[in-house]
């Protein structure tokens, strides 16, 4: 009777105990409810094996953290893509403006007025109202080029200072990574529960997904491997420092060093997140518009001259040009010829010195350039070459931004798929909390029961 007795004191107890602490797991899961990362915890309760002299009980075998690591990998990936594509976007935003001819910021406009000033001087080529016109066209295209350069260089600058504070972030992270899955490789190797350590970890994951694209490899003894661009990051409870500078030809150069190790360069190509969207925008996107405003500048400058230089001036001078420019960088360096610059009499209208005084043959030809094709490849206009430089600036914006919305959406639904299986469902956590009620005040009463018990057997006696 005595060993009965113990025996129903000790199931009484364990099944307090046990429910006690599923009911403290549902609180926690409750109150945790809105947390972002936070993993649903569940008290896995085990019956406690009966021998001879136990009739056994219960326990908690272990608390579970709900965590779907496919789904977590997945959504890595598409918020790393979504990411990329919504920088790129973003950074294309301040460049598309400088072309918005709509609002008076593009070239269209200059270039069409500087045509329309040679038609002014054809007219009437004594007139020095007309000629000023001419050189103050002349100046506005200049400076909507120099806008241009300037707004796509200092994009471009930005962007450069912005990827270096980034692989900062990233090596922080990745620092703290690696210090997470020490703690989470010890707490489990000493039989812990290492749940709130593991959603700190995905927390940092989920962070660092944003900024660079992550593939992750989760280890047995509770670590883990994350990848970017091919590159090690962490390994284990190491974390490997991530660097960005410019190669020769200016573009992003990034560099992984390993423990230590003299920094390596690695393509970039599939960085992705901010970083790599960021990179796309300055060394894809803004490095080809620039270099269609670099050929758009020479072609303009050399068709001008090339007729201009042809023709005199009211002083009976010729060759003289109307744009100075440098081979190696044109849009940025157009001007208007220093020869030139305050002297409308040596503006050319005139294809010959018997003319000068009152020619327009030459004026006539520079104002048709508008129509002619003038390019460097002779099928296009100045203004249709133009157009197409907005036009690829344009749809290479809306290319990345409908990336945006479609990795968006996907990573939305992946969340929601992900949130079934880690987040925290009131519902079910009401249902559990009474069922841990019922079972607690139940094996209160089978306390009782045995102090009624151990009461009637000390009486007998």
């Given at each position: 009777?005595?060993?009965?007795?113990s025996?129903?004191l000790s199931v009484?107890r364990d099944a307090?105990?046990?429910?006690a602490?599923?009911?403290?797991i549902?609180g926690?899961?409750v109150?945790?409810?809105?947390?972002?990362?936070?993993?649903?915890?569940?008290?896995?309760?085990?019956?406690?094996?009966t021998?001879?002299?136990?009739y056994?009980?219960?326990?908690i075998?272990s608390i579970?953290r709900?965590a779907?690591?496919?789904t977590?990998?997945?959504l890595l990936?598409?918020r790393?893509?979504?990411?990329s594509a919504?920088?790129?976007?973003d950074s294309?935003a301040s460049v598309?403006?400088?072309?918005?001819d709509?609002?008076?910021?593009?070239l269209?406009?200059?270039?069409v007025k500087l045509?329309?000033s040679?038609?002014s001087l054809?007219?009437n080529?004594?007139?020095?109202?007309?000629r000023?016109?001419?050189?103050?066209?002349?100046?506005s295209?200049v400076?909507?080029?120099?806008?241009?350069t300037?707004?796509?260089?200092?994009a471009?600058?930005d962007?450069f200072?912005?990827?270096?504070?980034?692989t900062k972030?990233i090596?922080e992270?990745?620092v703290?990574?690696?210090?997470?899955?020490?703690?989470?490789?010890s707490s489990?190797a000493?039989g812990?529960?290492?749940s709130?350590?593991?959603?700190k970890r995905?927390?940092?994951?989920r962070?660092l997904?944003e900024i660079?694209?992550?593939?992750t490899a989760?280890?047995?003894?509770?670590?883990?491997?994350v990848?970017?661009?091919g590159?090690s990051?962490?390994?284990?409870?190491?974390?490997n420092t991530?660097?960005?500078?410019?190669?020769?030809?200016?573009?992003?150069?990034?560099k992984?060093?390993?423990?230590?190790?003299?920094?390596m360069g690695f393509?970039?190509?599939n960085?992705?997140?901010?970083?790599?969207?960021m990179?796309?925008?300055?060394?894809?996107?803004?490095?080809?518009?620039r270099?269609?405003?670099?050929?758009?500048?020479?072609?303009?400058a050399?068709?001008v001259?090339?007729?201009?230089s042809a023709g005199?001036?009211?002083?009976g001078?010729?060759?003289r040009?109307?744009f100075?420019?440098?081979?190696?960088?044109?849009a940025h360096t157009?001007?208007?010829?220093?020869?030139l610059?305050?002297?409308?009499?040596r503006?050319a209208?005139?294809?010959s010195l018997?003319s000068?005084?009152?020619g327009n043959?030459?004026a006539?030809?520079?104002?048709?350039l508008q129509?002619t094709?003038s390019?460097a490849?002779?099928?296009?206009?100045?203004?249709?070459?133009?157009?197409d430089?907005?036009g690829?600036?344009?749809l290479r914006r809306?290319?990345?931004?409908?990336?945006?919305?479609?990795?968006g959406a996907l990573?939305?639904?992946?969340q929601?798929?992900?949130q079934?299986?880690?987040?925290?469902?009131?519902d079910?956590?009401?249902v559990?909390?009474t069922?841990?009620?019922?079972?607690?005040?139940a094996?209160?009463?089978l306390?009782k029961?045995?102090?009624e018990?151990m009461?009637g057997?000390?009486q007998?006696?």
């Amino acid at each position: 009777m005595g060993i009965a007795l113990s025996n129903l004191l000790s199931v009484a107890r364990d099944a307090m105990a046990v429910n006690a602490k599923a009911l403290d797991i549902t609180g926690q899961n409750v109150a945790n409810v809105n947390t972002a990362g936070y993993a649903r915890r569940r008290a896995e309760i085990q019956a406690r094996g009966t021998s001879r002299d136990s009739y056994g009980g219960v326990t908690i075998g272990s608390i579970t953290r709900a965590a779907d690591d496919l789904t977590q990998r997945r959504l890595l990936d598409v918020r790393g893509q979504e990411t990329s594509a919504r920088q790129r976007s973003d950074s294309l935003a301040s460049v598309e403006a400088v072309f918005n001819d709509a609002n008076g910021t593009g070239l269209a406009g200059g270039l069409v007025k500087l045509f329309d000033s040679f038609n002014s001087l054809a007219s009437n080529p004594r007139d020095t109202t007309a000629r000023n016109g001419v050189l103050s066209a002349a100046q506005s295209v200049v400076d909507d080029f120099t806008m241009a350069t300037r707004t796509i260089d200092g994009a471009r600058a930005d962007i450069f200072a912005q990827a270096q504070g980034y692989t900062k972030q990233i090596n922080e992270i990745g620092v703290g990574i690696a210090a997470l899955s020490g703690s989470i490789q010890s707490s489990l190797a000493a039989g812990q529960d290492a749940s709130d350590l593991l959603d700190k970890r995905d927390m940092l994951l989920r962070n660092l997904s944003e900024i660079v694209d992550v593939q992750t490899a989760s280890n047995p003894d509770g670590t883990i491997l994350v990848r970017a661009a091919g590159q090690s990051l962490v390994e284990g409870n190491s974390a490997n420092t991530l660097s960005v500078t410019l190669d020769t030809p200016g573009a992003l150069a990034f560099k992984i060093s390993v423990a230590g190790s003299p920094a390596m360069g690695f393509s970039a190509q599939n960085m992705g997140g901010k970083l790599g969207g960021m990179r796309q925008a300055r060394d894809e996107d803004m490095a080809e518009t620039r270099k269609k405003l670099d050929a758009l500048a020479a072609d303009l400058a050399t068709a001008v001259n090339g007729l201009h230089s042809a023709g005199f001036g009211t002083d009976g001078v010729a060759g003289r040009n109307l744009f100075t420019f440098t081979a190696a960088n044109p849009a940025h360096t157009l001007a208007i010829d220093p020869a030139l610059a305050g002297h409308p009499e040596r503006v050319a209208a005139a294809s010959s010195l018997a003319s000068s005084a009152g020619g327009n043959d030459v004026a006539r030809q520079i104002a048709g350039l508008q129509s002619t094709p003038s390019t460097a490849s002779g099928t296009k206009t100045l203004i249709e070459s133009y157009a197409d430089l907005v036009g690829d600036l344009g749809l290479r914006r809306q290319k990345a931004t409908g990336d945006a919305e479609v990795k968006g959406a996907l990573a939305d639904q992946i969340q929601a798929l992900h949130q079934q299986t880690s987040g925290v469902s009131l519902d079910e956590e009401m249902v559990d909390l009474t069922r841990y009620q019922r079972a607690y005040e139940a094996s209160s009463k089978l306390l009782k029961t045995f102090d009624e018990l151990m009461r009637g057997l000390i009486q007998s006696l």
